[in-house]
Every structure is written in C-alpha cells, then in structure tokens.
C-alpha cells in the first residue's frame, strides 16, 4: 500500500510521481527507529499536543517529536533538558499555512518537511497542525 491509496507514501500517474504529506511524516518519524521510548511527561496536559521521546541505546542521541494537532493554536512549549548535556543536530517541521494543503503533480512540494529554526529547547513554539522533530547528540 505504497501508491495511490487512501495515505499512501507517493501517487503515480504513468510516469509522473510525488511524495504525499504521509510521505513526509513517516520520514520525520524514522529516527525513533530502533531506539527505545523514554518519559516525557508534560507540566500541563494538553488534549492537542502528542509528545513522543526516543534514545538510542548506548545513550548517546535523543529523539524528541511533537505533534500539534490544534487546527489554528501554536502552542508554546519548553523542554527541560539537563543545561548543556545535550546539542540540537537537527530540527525539522512538517507543516503548511492552511490545514487544507496538499501535494499534487502540479505542486509536489506544496507541504514537505523544512529546517526548524530553533535557538532554545526551554521556549519554542510549535505551529498549528504540525509535526516537529528534534535530534539531540550527547555533548
């Protein structure tokens, strides 16, 4: 259930092809691949935010991915890190300016994940329906 399915990862037509959002988010998600689920637990429950954190095993990196599932609200989160253990390899998002967005032939990139400018894991803001992910390296 690769192609031109209901979620599917590409759509075909002939010889034309695009990767769909579906694409995008199960690429954003590989990382926690093979690492092992670790607590995050928030300070205030929030129905619209899902929070999933991964190590590795020898315990060298982190995966951190936040999925704001609110239609309009970015939502302004902090991360409690030991201060200085870890360093931000990569951050990246997976979002658009209208919920209603979509890849097509026309516009294969229309959504597509992007960097993520983040310069503080205690004050960030995740954008409406969006899905961000941050790989963190052991200083």
Not at 80 to 91: H, K, L
Not at 105 to 120: G, Q, S
Request: contains cysteine; hydrophobic residues 35%.
């Amino acid at each position: 259930q690769l192609t031109n399915l209901l979620q599917s990862l590409f759509e075909t037509d002939g010889e034309k092809c695009y990767r769909t959002p579906t694409f995008y988010a199960m690429k954003l998600l590989y990382p926690h691949t093979g690492q092992y689920l670790i607590h995050a637990l928030p300070d205030d429950v929030d129905e619209n935010l899902d929070t999933v954190a991964t190590m590795s095993e020898n315990g060298e990196s982190m995966t951190i991915s936040i999925v704001n599932r609110h239609i309009s609200e970015d939502k302004k989160i902090s991360l409690a890190m030991a201060d200085g253990e870890w360093s931000v390899t990569d951050a990246r998002i997976l979002t658009a300016d209208d919920v209603h967005v979509y890849n097509t032939y026309d516009d294969p990139n229309a959504i597509c994940d992007r960097e993520f400018a983040l310069t503080d894991l205690q004050e960030m803001t995740v954008p409406a329906h969006s899905i961000v992910r941050i790989c963190l390296q052991r200083k």
